[in-house]
């Protein structure tokens, strides 16, 4: 992996993926008490950032690769974002979901044409036998959610952007916080801001009991998660970092965050009523550290990103019936 992959990932990106904003809010900077930069996206194609890893993966494939068709494994964004790139592309795809994804990301990828294969992931169904079978018997070239170089590198246009929008702000120095599940997104970003913004760091969000990127950077080694589900933050669950994020992580990234369910979804509750935006609990977990972990963050400003926007209707209501806000005693800054 390199500055070079994620250039050219750039390149075929231009024209298809959205260049999201970089906003910001006089309230959620006086809860936060610096100034807090939010890249927005959850306003990417299928609602999360996915969709440029995915993008940046069928397009770098052979004509002979996409006419035998992709699969892949996700909860729900990556699925989308890999269903819309195929059937752009004209590869049929299929994904393997757990049945406890939520309904509206099912759904949402099913419309965009991919055969969805649905395994109990609480029973022990084994999500790896079920791909590899179908790869056997149909030739499908697997993209990988986050360990696979060409999607690193499509995520990693995000911190080409990040770099140029902060630039433009102002902004030469904070730390970047990312909502991490297996460290592709966080990895490429860190990629990227070490070539155009070295003053920029990186540093993971994650929700707690599924903090194995923080752990393993606290310890300097991989350390695996307990649990596997149960987290209304289900689209950044994964077992451990990837064998290619983690070193990448462990030489660029700052120390990670955990943040509670109950911060994310105030979390969540806050793009809304601050900056009209729909964020999911697990897109959120970034403006959660930042708004309620502001004692964890140093300087004037930072910049975090919300990940992804495909939230159910139940569990945005939910959200939206919580208090926006935290008490100051939960760690924000003065």
């Known amino acids: 992996m390199n500055i070079e ?45 996915k969709f440029r890893g995915a993008w940046s993966a069928v397009s770098a494939l052979s004509q002979a690769e996409r006419g035998r068709g992709v699969i892949a494994f996700s909860s729900g964004n990556h699925a989308q974002g890999v269903a819309l790139a195929a059937r752009a592309h004209g590869a049929a795809a299929v994904i393997i979901m ?24 609480a029973a ?16 499908l070239t697997l993209i990988k959610p986050y360990d696979e170089p060409q999607v690193i590198a499509g995520q990693g246009t995000t911190g080409l952007e990040i770099a140029a ?4 702000v102002g902004v030469t120095q904070a730390d970047v916080i990312v909502c991490c599940g297996g460290g592709g997104f966080s990895s490429g970003i860190a990629l990227a801001l070490e070539a155009e913004a070295p003053g920029l760091r990186v540093r993971t969000a ?5 903090d194995d990127v923080a752990r393993s950077l606290q310890a300097g080694t991989v350390q695996r998660n307990t649990r596997l ?17 983690f070193p990448i992580l462990k030489r660029l990234a700052g120390p990670g965050f955990a943040v509670s369910e109950e911060e994310a979804l105030r979390a969540v509750a806050l793009a809304f ?19 309620f972990h502001g004692a964890q963050i140093e300087g004037d400003d930072v910049i975090v990103t919300i990940s992804g926007g495909n939230i159910d ?18 760690g924000n800054a003065a």
């Open 5 to 49: 992959m994620i250039r050219a990932a750039a390149a075929r990106l231009d024209g298809h993926a959205r260049r999201t904003p970089l906003l910001s809010s006089p309230f959620l900077d006086e809860i936060a008490g610096r100034r807090v930069w939010i890249k927005a996206e959850c306003l990417q194609h299928t609602g999360s950032f």
């Open 98 to 121: 757990p049945r406890d994804a939520p309904a509206v990301k099912i759904d949402n990828t099913r419309a965009l044409g991919a055969e969805v294969v649905l395994y109990d992931r």
């Open 124 to 139: 022990g169904e084994d999500r790896d036998a079920i791909g590899a079978e179908m790869v056997a018997a149909r030739g």
């Open 165 to 168: 929008q902060a630039a433009a």
């Open 206 to 210: 994650e929700p707690e009991d599924f």
């Open 229 to 245: 589900s149960g987290s209304l933050c289900d689209a950044i669950v994964t077992p451990e970092p990837g064998v290619l994020t």
């Open 273 to 291: 009523n601050r900056l009209k935006l729909v964020a999911e609990p697990g897109g959120a977990v970034a403006l959660a550290a930042a708004v």
């Open 313 to 330: 209707a139940d569990v945005f209501a939910k959200a939206l019936a919580l208090p926006a806000t935290a008490p100051r005693t939960q």
